[in-house]
């Protein structure tokens, strides 16, 4: 019976999920893998609330489940929902940021922090695994989904009958060493590192975790294409409270330095006539100096102030489609070519034109210190 955006009582026809030995269950708090899983499942009775997550198979036209969750694991079903990231443990009490949290009667709030309780009677699971874990495995940088009972806008009960699941988690930062892997942590879950107390998370307080070098466990994961001081993406789990090192547990490693690169410059409301150090069929490259408002280089999440570089990166024409646009007061040129672009930018530049701001898009080499832009959006001063 397809319910769908959370429509409680009402049928809207019917789906066949495919499951294989891949598929995860989290059913009533509890793991199981696949054989068992789908017993358990024949075993619920009818109407059972269910949710099912995966992929369609365009090929055979069917949705193949990688993770199902049934019963009381099922976010909404009589009880309050509380999704975040623990910044920091106290005991048995979770400091949560980025809090979302659906109330039973279908109400939404958004709070900063909230304070979820748990003790030893609280079920704890793991996104697709079904080992068992406890409360001890759940550290500070874990994004977690909390079933449990809000008794004020600021504390969720998720003690006794509660259900505390975790999540893939995402870190993100640059790359201090390559192996074993540890990275200057930027961003946990899209949060600013600097915001999560890492107290309590070693074996004793010399080995609590360090946002400047978080120790990362990549298993088997290749480190072959990273390199010091690139951005790198990792996903897995921080490691149970209390035993780093190290202290994460990698089950993805992005080397972010192949993803497209956001570089911008700003130069005040009233713009700077030293802006441009060069232009020509090279490249653009700007003057760090006469900045006054924002510099910085960002990928994937990862920012590196323009001033952490031997030089400001050159700006090149991409080798293939590329749109350069020339922006000033409500008008904007656009050119697919590079020669037309320069031309027109050196024109208004000899006028009197002041460069105000810079962004561009492209693929950023370290090495090189070069960014092939696709997108280039020069705006110069009225």
Known sequence: ????????????????????????YEIDGVSYGADEGLTQLDQMPAHTPLVALGRFDYRQKRFLAEEVYAGSSVPWQDSDILKGSVMARDGNELTVIGAIIELDDGRFQFNDEVTVEIDSATKVTKQGSSDQVEINDISVGQRILVLGTMRDENVMDASGSGLVRMRYSDVAGSVDQVSPLRVDLQHINRRNASRYDFQ???????????????????????????????????RGFPTPF?????????????????????????????????????LDTNGLLLDLDSASGRHYL????????????????????????????????????VYTRWEDFEQALESQISEGKQVVLVHSRGQFDLSELTLKSRNLVVRLSE
Request: glycine residues 6%; proline residues 4%.
């Open 298 to 333: 960002s990928q994937a999440g990862v920012t590196t102030d323009l001033h952490d570089f031997a030089s400001v990166p050159l700006i090149q024409p991409n080798d293939g489609h590329a749109l350069y646009t020339i922006s000033q007061h409500r008008r904007a040129h």
């Open 1 to 24: 019976d397809i319910r769908p955006f959370r429509i409680r009582h009402r049928s809207y026809g019917n789906i066949t999920v495919h499951t294989d030995e891949n598929t995860h």
């Open 242 to 278: 209390g035993t780093a090192p190290e202290d994460f547990s990698a089950k993805t490693i992005i080397d972010a330095s192949q993803v497209q690169a956001k570089m911008l410059l700003s130069y005040g409301k009233q713009g700077s006539v030293t802006a441009v150090v060069s």
């Open 200 to 234: 309590g998370t070693g074996i004793d307080s010399s080995h609590d975790a360090a946002a400047n070098e978080y120790e990362i466990d990549s298993g088997l994961l290749s480190l072959n294409t990273l390199q010091i001081d690139e951005p790198v993406w990792v």
